[in-house]
């Protein structure tokens, strides 16, 4: 059992609802749709593409292992400002202070969202969100592994406002958890919700590459943030084309996370000057304010697909169940491990990880690896039994 000190952490519980329900999306998109969606001019497209959901689940395992590491830094940092500078105090037993604090957290979730969006060097951690070219609940889990850099910062003003570090946690699990059910296709429109709160209409604008889907609806839980301050769309009849406008035409988990920052540096070397070098890194991604975002065109674009074999299929689904029991233990277990007991284990994670990915795209590399991970753990274990 856990000691008192470390609570089990809430994504663990979470876990098996989200595989449930990507695997009941997926049979339901099946079973009514066909697995097709109709798409710019008339055409049809998958609901799912195995290629594409698998790279979003694998991203996602990647996701909660690299937030492990930083979370108690993170909230540290917020501890320790709530204690020196908090002005008010909140009564943890009044539910309306609960509420508060879900609205406070809302609101600065906002900002948070919109500056990802706004900043080059930040919007290369939350770029990992948006590499999908589908919209499923699967995407909901392709979460950044670097957004935390910069992520914190956003919430300290609530630890100065005084809302205590247990409710600003569970404020953000509760922003969190609520958004996944918007990453859908399958629930179209929802009257007066729409207008109020973020649905999977108002988000579906968010991750499309047409014109008017650009920089909009950055809501967590209440879109009335973005009706506030200008950034609403809403979803017009045009079908909507999902992903960015740099393609990350890849299924390597590390790479979904790592591909903007690369390209940040190649622009930072190339800069000539420090206002040049200054804008390579802190500029919106589509440039300043009075730089036109080029027209997108819909019928020219075309999304990057792996056709995938049926057993290579079988054999990645397989695996990737087995490492959402190993992320699970890892969670469970990383309180009590030592950095480098944790650091391992994550290792042999994310190293099954990029070996299925390679296994996916064709690289001659993936199954040597997987192999030789097996044969680690293997010998680990004859090693610790023996």
């Not at 990802?116 to 919007?123: F, G, P, S």
């Amino acid at each position: 059992m856990p000691q008192k000190n470390f609570p089990v952490n809430p994504i663990l519980y979470a876990i098996p609802v989200f595989m449930l329900t990507v695997a009941l999306e997926a049979f339901w998109a099946w079973r009514r749709h066909g697995n097709r969606i109709v798409d710019v001019g008339g055409r049809t497209r998958p609901i799912y593409q195995f290629a594409d959901a698998m790279s979003s689940l694998q991203i996602g395992v990647l996701s909660r292992i690299a937030a492990a590491f930083p979370r108690l830094l993170t909230v540290g940092i917020y501890v320790l400002v709530y204690q020196q500078f908090a002005v008010t105090s909140w009564d943890k037993s009044n539910p309306l202070a609960w509420l508060l604090a879900l609205l406070l957290y809302d609101f600065f979730y906002y900002w948070k969202h919109r500056a990802n969006h706004e900043v080059r060097i930040m919007w290369a951690g939350h770029v990992t969100h948006h590499n999908s070219e589908y919209f499923n609940l699967s995407t909901a889990l392709r979460q950044s592994s670097t957004t935390f850099v910069f992520d914190w910062m956003f919430y300290l003003p609530m630890a100065v406002l005084g809302v205590p570090p247990e409710m600003w946690i569970a404020a953000g699990l509760i922003d969190l958890l609520y958004q996944y059910w918007t990453h859908t296709e399958l629930i179209g429109r929802l009257g007066w919700f729409d207008r109020v709160f973020v649905s999977p209409s108002n988000h579906r604008v968010h991750h499309g590459q047409n014109d008017y889907c650009i920089d909009c609806n950055y809501g967590g839980i209440l879109i009335l943030w973005d009706r506030l301050f200008g950034t609403f769309e809403d979803e017009r009849p045009e079908p909507i084309v999902y992903g960015v406008r740099t393609p990350l035409a890849s299924v390597d988990p590390l790479w979904g996370n790592l591909h903007y920052y690369a390209l940040i540096w190649r622009d930072f070397r190339a800069a000539r000057g420090i206002d040049a070098k200054l804008d390579a890194i802190f500029a919106p991604p589509s440039g300043w304010r009075d730089e036109k975002l080029g027209h997108f065109e819909p019928l020219e674009f075309q999304r990057y697909e792996i056709k995938i074999g049926k057993r290579l299929a079988r054999y990645v689904t397989a695996q990737y169940a087995i490492t959402v029991v190993c992320l699970c233990v890892f969670l469970y277990r990383f309180p009590h491990w030592t950095v480098t007991q944790s650091m391992l284990a994550g290792l042999w994670i994310v190293i099954g990880l990029t070996a299925l990915a390679a296994m996916m795209a064709g690289r001659r590399w993936g199954a040597p690896l997987e192999i030789a991970r097996w044969a680690a753990a293997i010998a680990v274990a004859w090693a610790l039994v023996g």
